[in-house]
């Protein structure tokens, strides 16, 4: 049993999930705590069944949890975790031209929390046609940073399908036209495409004026957050999450992009370890709680590739957790990103560099689709840019991510060769 301490509030503190142990009725348990059975689902890559139940009579989960703990008839059970996508509400005014007379980033350095500054007087734009500059918009300076153009040229993650787990995405962008492989709504209901999935995905395979990690990838998109229908940051639950996780794997997802963060959950990292076996590459965030935060999950299990975010100029994101278990860096600071309805926003923050990594992990699996989640961790590892101190440190895990250079160790001699 999980019995969250008192100080623990990333929950939803009227819900429990639980498992049943062998020949244990749901009815007598939920009686027994005056609880009312929401949901029951088998979860695949957990190996588990679990049952989500809302508690009645103003009965706290952390109250229920631990008088469960002598309860022979449930297996386990612990708090449905509330994780956020740590962006705060697009805001802000239009910024200056530049000499181009293209909006530019804003000055300044980024707080504490993920960011997105919205360009309101950018219309929507079409589809790029040949008469259109590749790049009418500031310039991308992660194209160069990660060297794309030459990356492109060996390998555009043809085919390679990569689960977006966030708030959905809104898949008429020009950015993400063709793109689809597959959808999935978790919560139900009538979404609407959000701000912080369609960045992501974008980052990931935007096709048009911007340029993708892995234009060439196919996106399924799971909605396990709320979007802008809410206020505050959008939240997931544990439940959702487990169920996007299980239906990526069912459609044959080889990586998972988490650009969320919450506290540790014990069904979240059996499923993480799951989806491993299976040969999937999950992704992380390493999070936006500044440097002297705990560690933040899914980033720092064992079962992910934490990534932390840069500047154009290889500086950390003041920002974002630091911690050992990050394992590289990647730009994430002042990213020009899609937003939903064809406009276009800057974002800083972990989340959007995790989507710069899961989009190279799509161009390394196109030639070796045979690696797994170790490997691709070495090989990212290995072949980074190492920033502050020497080797390995908190702030920058290995260091920066370069794409020629993980390619190269991952192709054949005869190939990696010009």
Excluded: C
Excluded at 180 to 196: C, K, N, V, Y
Excluded at 200 to 225: D, K, S, T, V, Y
């Amino acid at each position: 049993m999980i019995v969250p301490p008192a100080t623990e509030r990333r929950l939803v503190n009227e819900e429990i999930l639980f498992a049943l142990a062998p020949n244990a009725q749901a009815e007598a348990v939920l009686r027994r705590y005056r609880a009312t059975q929401i949901a029951s689902r088998r979860f695949a890559l957990a190996g588990m069944t679990i049952i989500r139940a809302r508690l009645e009579g103003g009965r706290s989960a952390r109250g229920v949890l631990a008088e469960m703990v002598s309860d022979p008839r449930v297996a386990s059970a612990q708090p449905n975790y509330l994780y956020t996508l740590q962006q705060d509400e697009p805001k802000g005014t239009a910024q200056p031209a530049g000499a181009d007379g293209v909006p530019v980033p804003p000055a300044g350095r980024p707080d504490d929390a993920e960011k997105t500054i919205v360009i309101p007087d950018l219309p929507p734009i079409p589809p790029l046609v040949s008469t259109v500059p590749k790049r009418e918009l500031q310039p991308q300076y992660v194209v160069e940073k990660l060297h794309l153009d030459d990356l492109h040229k060996i390998a555009r993650g043809a085919a390679i399908r990569v689960a977006v787990i966030d708030s959905g995405a809104d898949t008429s962008h020009p950015e993400l036209q063709g793109v689809l492989a597959g959808s999935f709504d978790a919560l139900g209901g009538e979404g609407q495409p959000d701000a912080h999935g369609t960045a992501m995905a974008a980052a990931i395979l935007a096709q048009a004026q911007l340029q993708g990690i892995a234009p060439g990838a196919r996106l399924l998109a799971a909605r396990a957050f709320s979007g802008a229908a809410t206020t505050g940051p959008a939240n997931g639950t544990t439940f959702h999450i487990l169920a996007a996780l299980d239906w990526a794997a069912g459609e044959g997802a080889r990586i998972l992009n988490l650009s969320f963060a919450g506290p540790q959950d014990r069904l979240l990292s059996r499923s993480l370890a799951g989806a491993k076996t299976k040969g999937m590459i999950a992704v992380a965030a390493a999070g936006n709680g500044g440097a002297k935060a705990a560690p933040l999950y899914p980033g720092a299990d064992p079962n992910v590739i934490a990534v932390t975010a840069t500047d154009a100029d290889d500086k950390p994101f003041s920002g974002a957790n630091r911690g050992d278990y990050i394992a590289v860096a990647a730009p994430g600071v002042d990213v020009l990103a899609a937003e939903p309805q064809g406009r276009y926003a800057f974002s800083s923050g972990t989340s959007i560099a995790a989507a710069h990594v899961s989009g190279l992990v799509a161009l390394l699996l196109e030639k070796r689709p045979e690696l797994g989640l170790d490997e691709v961790r070495r090989l990212l590892s290995e072949s980074a840019v190492d920033l502050g101190g020497r080797g390995k440190d908190p702030v920058f895990g290995a260091g920066r991510v370069d794409g020629p250079a993980a390619l190269s160790r991952a192709l054949p001699m005869s190939t990696a060769r010009p």
